[in-house]
Every structure is written in C-alpha cells, then in structure tokens.
C-alpha cells in the first residue's frame, strides 16, 4: 500500500521501518532493554504463603514449597552473570496428591500474583512426535501466547503440567508395540524439563517442513507438574512392609498413618508406578497434598474468597435474593462429600443437586430469602445418585 504525502508517496513497509527506527533511538531497544521483575516488589516466601491460604485451605506443606519455588525462580532471573558467578539452577516440582486435594487450585492461585508468564497445560493430550495428537512442543506454544509471543519474557515463565500421572508407562516390560502416549510422551519432555533449545511452532499445531520456528531456552523455565497418581498408595504400601522387619516391627507399624500413606511416597514409588527414572531425576522438589478430613472440608465450604457456598449466594443475589445456608446442612453436604470421596470437588457436585430446584423457580418468584435446611437438602439428595 502507497501513502501520498506532499513530494512524494510511501509504501507500508516502509512507514513501518521508519516509526521501529524513531522510536529505538527515542526510547532505546525495546528486545535488548528489557528486564526481569524488579527483585525488589518481588513478594517473599511468607507473603506468597498469606496470598494462597485466603484461596486454599490446608495442604501447608504443598503452599510452603510452592512459595519457595516460585520465590527462587523469581531470584534466579535476577541473577547476575558473571564469569565467576555460581550459576543457580532450577529446581522442578512435581506434586502428588488424590483428586480434589487442591493441585490445580493451587496452580491457578498462585499465578493470579506472578509477574512472569503462566500458563497451565494437560498431559493427556500430547503423543509421541510423529503420532496424532500434540507434541509436547506445544507446552511452549501456549506459553507464547501467554506471553504475547514475547521470546525473552516466555523463557522466563512458569509451565503447570497436570494430570503427569495419565503418561505413566502402563507396564514395566518392555512391549512390542510403542507405547506413544505414556513412556514415549516422557522421553519427549525430558529435553523440555533439562534444559535445551527448543524448535517451537509459534501457532502451534503440528509440525510442518514450511513452518518458520520459534527457538525458545527453557534453561530459566519453571516446570511444576501434578497428578493424583490412583492407587500409588499400594505401591507405598508394599515398599513399607518389605522394610519393616525384625524386632521394631510392631513399634514402626503403629507409627504409620495407614490413611494417608502419601505422606511416605518417595522416588522410588513414582518409579513403580511407571515415570522412567530419567525423568523423575528431573523433577528433584516431590511434595504431596494431604487429604481432606472432615474440618478441612467444612472450612472449604465458606472459608475462602471463593468459596462454594460464597459464589452460590452470589449467584441468587443478583437475583436480589439473599441465600443462607443451616449448619445442619452443611454437616449434612460434607458427610455426603466424605461418603463419595471426590474431596473439594465432591461438594460442589452435592450443592448442585441440592440447589437446581431452587434456581429454576426462585428468579421467578417473588421470594427474597431462601435458606438452605438440612430437611430440604436430605430430600434433594434422596432423590440424586452422586
């Protein structure tokens, strides 16, 4: 396109390369003088910690260890390389914890008060290259985005890997056919995971010989991986019985929560369980989510900024109709959530069994309060197979 102007005419590209050209000499390189998060306004492990407890109830180990890694990532960009300097590597997490504990939660929390790139990804989704499905490439192809296809600030960003559990290897022989969607999809995130230069499709999508690349160093990438691992407990299991022998037996046996075995999970388990070794070598930070009681279930039904019960009476207020919730009820709705074992997620399940009736006829209405009874919440759920 030709832009007419007084003596003469001006094509696009050119008024293009002509504001690029003004605007480096008025305010210097845009690429070269951009920096890392100020390290000052960076918030500490304990301001972290604060921020995920008004979303997440329990699980202070799994928020601790967050904290701190984020808060050493954080320090990690800001570091200054020197010839003699030490260089600080990263450490990736992966968390392990039943469904419903909080994984996610937690991922999606914490990234509302990041100044870095966050995006959250499924493994279930990605196959071996060359197989249908996504390539774990595309990991940093969402990470782009994040970043609005900034280079320089994606490989300073934090990447959530959930449901790692889903790609484990489905047996430990060797088979005959490849297994392309579980040990396959592994080796392709080993190099990810490490540390290396990445060819990645800025579009993402599969890969085409025709296709200009993005090259991204995930050297200074954070990965945090998590997955409910079903059924690990009887690995653990195993492995604390094949070690408990001899005389302090009994005594080691009594010490033993046999309700939340995850609390003992090592290494070693996750090897049973099907990650290759090399890539739980890669993930050296393992914590684990405890599992919800009674009390924990409670507090998560109106304790947090978004509680369950705080978005249902937010739901009818903008009906302008105010909704209360008996203590009878809420026993009753985390007895039904014990009994289903779908931890946090259970109870918005049960909820909404109990309230749909509710609203479907009250915007009609012309009622302006509604409480929840433990009368009317037992003959909801009569009715409901959770």
Same mark, same amino acid.
């Given at each position: 396109?030709?832009?007419?102007?007084?003596?003469?005419?001006?094509?696009?590209?050119? $008024?293009?390369?002509?504001?690029?050209?003004?605007?480096?000499?008025?305010?210097?390189?845009?690429?070269?003088?951009? #920096?890392? +998060?100020?390290?000052?306004?960076? +918030?500490?492990?304990?301001?972290?910690?604060?921020?995920?407890?008004?979303?997440?109830?329990?699980?202070?180990?799994?928020?601790?260890?967050?904290?701190?890694?984020?808060?050493?990532?954080?320090?990690?960009?800001?570091?200054?390389?020197?010839?003699?300097?030490? =260089? %600080?590597?990263?450490?990736?997490? %992966?968390?392990?914890?039943?469904?419903?504990?909080?994984?996610?939660?937690?991922?999606?929390?914490?990234?509302?008060? !990041?100044?870095? +790139?966050?995006?959250?990804?499924?493994?279930?989704?990605?196959?071996?290259?060359?197989?249908?499905? =996504?390539?774990? =490439?595309?990991?940093?192809?969402?990470?782009?985005?994040?970043?609005?296809?900034?280079?320089?600030? $994606?490989?300073?960003? /934090?990447?959530?890997?959930?449901?790692?559990?889903? %790609?484990?290897?489905?047996?430990?022989?060797?088979?005959?056919?490849?297994?392309?969607?579980?040990?396959?999809?592994?080796?392709?995130?080993?190099?990810?995971?490490?540390?290396?230069?990445?060819?990645?499709?800025?579009?993402?999508?599969?890969?085409?010989?025709?296709?200009?690349?993005?090259?991204?160093?995930?050297?200074?990438?954070?990965?945090?991986?998590?997955?409910? *691992?079903?059924?690990?407990?009887?690995?653990?299991?195993?492995?604390?019985?094949?070690?408990?022998?001899?005389?302090?037996?009994?005594?080691?046996?009594?010490?033993?929560?046999?309700?939340?075995?995850?609390?003992? @999970?090592?290494?070693?388990? !996750?090897?049973?369980?099907?990650? /290759?070794?090399?890539?739980?070598?890669?993930?050296?930070?393992?914590?684990?989510?405890?599992?919800?009681?009674? =009390?924990?279930?409670?507090? /998560?039904?109106?304790?947090?900024?978004?509680?369950?019960?705080?978005?249902?009476?937010?739901? !009818?207020?903008?009906?302008?109709? #105010?909704? &209360? *919730?008996?203590?009878? $009820?809420?026993?009753?709705?985390?007895?039904?959530?014990?009994?289903?074992?779908?931890?946090?997620?259970? !109870?918005?399940?049960? @909820?909404?069994?109990?309230?749909?009736?509710?609203?479907?006829?009250?915007?009609?209405? &012309?009622?302006?309060?509604?409480?929840?009874?433990?009368?009317?919440?037992?003959?909801?759920?009569?009715?409901?197979?959770?």
């Amino acid at each position: 396109m030709l832009i007419r102007g007084l003596h003469g005419m001006i094509c696009d590209e050119c $008024a293009r390369q002509a504001y690029l050209i003004t605007k480096e000499a008025i305010n210097g390189d845009p690429e070269t003088d951009r #920096k890392a +998060p100020d390290f000052k306004s960076v +918030p500490k492990p304990q301001e972290i910690k604060s921020f995920l407890d008004q979303y997440v109830i329990g699980q202070e180990q799994a928020k601790i260890c967050l904290s701190v890694a984020v808060y050493n990532h954080y320090k990690r960009l800001n570091q200054d390389y020197d010839d003699d300097a030490v =260089e %600080i590597e990263k450490s990736n997490i %992966i968390m392990v914890g039943a469904t419903g504990t909080g994984k996610t939660l937690l991922a999606r929390t914490i990234a509302r008060m !990041l100044q870095v +790139p966050f995006t959250i990804v499924d493994a279930t989704v990605f196959t071996e290259a060359g197989y249908v499905g =996504e390539d774990v =490439e595309s990991i940093l192809s969402r990470l782009l985005q994040v970043a609005d296809y900034d280079v320089r600030q $994606a490989q300073r960003g /934090i990447v959530f890997i959930d449901e790692i559990d889903k %790609i484990s290897r489905k047996q430990d022989n060797p088979s005959l056919t490849k297994d392309v969607g579980a040990e396959g999809v592994q080796q392709s995130l080993l190099k990810l995971l490490e540390g290396s230069i990445v060819n990645v499709p800025p579009k993402g999508g599969r890969k085409h010989p025709d296709q200009d690349y993005v090259q991204v160093d995930t050297r200074q990438i954070l990965f945090i991986c998590g997955g409910a *691992f079903d059924g690990i407990e009887r690995k653990i299991a195993q492995r604390m019985n094949t070690q408990v022998i001899g005389f302090d037996s009994v005594r080691n046996k009594k010490k033993i929560d046999k309700n939340n075995l995850l609390r003992y @999970i090592q290494p070693q388990d !996750l090897k049973s369980y099907g990650l /290759i070794p090399e890539m739980i070598g890669r993930l050296p930070v393992l914590c684990t989510l405890d599992s919800l009681d009674r =009390e924990t279930l409670k507090k /998560i039904l109106f304790e947090p900024k978004n509680s369950i019960v705080r978005q249902y009476v937010k739901l !009818l207020e903008m009906d302008g109709i #105010k909704l &209360s *919730f008996d203590n009878d $009820a809420l026993e009753l709705i985390v007895d039904k959530a014990l009994e289903c074992k779908l931890g946090a997620r259970g !109870l918005r399940t049960i @909820i909404e069994s109990i309230m749909m009736p509710a609203m479907y006829s009250l915007p009609s209405s &012309s009622k302006r309060t509604f409480k929840v009874t433990a009368k009317f919440a037992s003959e909801r759920l009569k009715n409901v197979t959770l």
